[in-house]
């Protein structure tokens, strides 16, 4: 561990600065609990906690990053996938475009994936939304206005104009 993760891992505790000192020789310099306690005069039992709680601290960290990096995966490979069907669909040629933070995009929704929604634009276009970031999901087939703010989308069914007929 060097010495920036060190400092991110004891920012969050409320150590005395001795013990972060002291856990400091432990865990970037790697020395040994023993040479430590002697070194700085520090008890065996309460290095020995410090340690344990920083240890435990570190574990939950990587599992929380771990978690984080494998739904970042998870959203990734549900976009190519949504882009890989859009293609399948309209051509390799299709112009795939991101949601806007700020905007409006219309349009027939074409698919669904597990995050992500694809919505046919018109002229070869495609435009691929985050599920998380529309207020309600259309179904595929329907006619949809996403009027994005801020990044989310508020979706509005379009109406279909009814042909004028004999009546």
Known sequence: M???EFDQLVSKTRLSKRSVDAARLVFVDGKRQVEV???TGIGASQLSRVVAMLDK???QQKA???QANSAENEISVSRAKA???ARDLNGETILVRNAPEDGLSIGK???KTDYHLVQELGRDEVMV???SKINRLPTVGSSVELVY???????RQRQVEKERGGR
């Open 2 to 4: 060097n010495n920036a």
């Open 37 to 39: 306690c002697q070194e």
């Open 57 to 59: 601290e570190d574990q």
């Open 64 to 66: 929380l990053n771990s």
């Open 83 to 85: 882009v890989k069907q």
């Open 109 to 111: 929704v074409l698919l």
């Open 129 to 131: 939304h985050e599920l």
């Open 149 to 155: 703010k801020n990044g989310f989308a508020e979706a």
